[in-house]
Structure formats: C-alpha cells, structure tokens
C-alpha cells in the first residue's frame, strides 16, 4: 500500500477583547503532510513506515492589561518526522468497500524554528529545538473508489509523548533591554498523554492498494 494524508488549519482574527489580552490582529497558516507505505504479511494487517513534513507561520499583535503593554509576536517553525506502523483494516460492508481502520504508531519528530517579539522599540529573538519520541492510536473510515484506490479518513485521538526541547534567547547589542528584563537560556522536558478528540486534525487522504 502507498499512501498520503494532508492536514492544515488557517486563522485571521482582528479586534478581539478579551478578559487581559486585546487581539488587534492574529493570523496563522499550518499544513502537514505525510507519505507514507506499508506491505500486508497477512490478511486485513499490514506493517509500514511513514515520512512526515509541516510548518506553521503565526503573526500576533495584542495589548494587554487595557493596553498597558503591547506585544508584536510573529512565530515561524518546520517540523520532520518519520513513522513506524501497524495498521488493521476491518470490513463492515459485505462487498468490502468500506473498512474501519485502526493504526498504531511509534513516531520520532523534530521541530525547530524562531520567533520574534517586539516589547516596545525592544525586539527579543527565540530559537527553539524540539525532539520528540511516543506512540499514538489513529483510527479512521477507508472507502474503496475503485477496486484499488482508496479515500481514507483518520484522526489522531490517543496518544503518549516525551519531549526535550532547547530554548535560547538573543537581544540587539544596540538596544538590548535591562538584566531583570531579560531571558535565560533553558531546556524543557515535557511528558503528556494526550486524550483530545480534534477536528482540526483530521487527516484526508488517498491511498494505493497494489
């Protein structure tokens, strides 16, 4: 089997006034795609492995505290992955046109990218790493179009992931802000088990059955 699934989500907001927070203008465009094939050792079940690439741009201008502080934030980051995989196909129409998918997954991933914010005339520059490792349940609805091509329908609902992410900070020389206003280098370990049902992450794709 060959295959491929694309993701994405795009979000404009502009004068939004919230509790602490006054978005003047919020933009965001992602995508992920993913490739990916598998072989079937025995009926209905087939091992493979997967090939994963995204971005993700976001641009904030927002005050807070009733305009107190004003913060320009625009945020960039790839991110790359590669998927190792099982994968169950359960017929539940007598002509075998539709199947109930389920695919187990163990994942590594790598995100990296900067962002900048503007505090004022003060401009701060993060450059941030991530290496990601876990395993995740994807279940999903595949419907033959004809006898070998398929639409596949999947979303991401279960999954167990432990993180280490680098994070370093880096001010002009010509206007830096004062010590107390300024930002340590640091690494975060994260550890999470995510339960979330998602329609942002729904995954349509196409797959080949050989």
Known sequence: MLGGTLSAKSNNLSDIDLLVLDVKNFDQRAFNLRLEGSYFYKENVSVGLGLQYGENKADLLANLLNNSYERDIRNFSRSYGAVGFIKNHIPISSNNVFYVTNQTELFYGYKS??????????????????????????PGILVFLTDNFAFDLNMGILGFSHSNENVRFQYPENNPPSESNRKEDSRNKSTDLNLKFDLLKLGFGFSYYL
């Open 113 to 138: 990218g900067p962002s900048e914010t503007f505090i004022g005339d003060i401009l701060e520059r993060k450059y941030a790493s991530k290496h990601s490792v876990g395993v995740s349940i994807r």
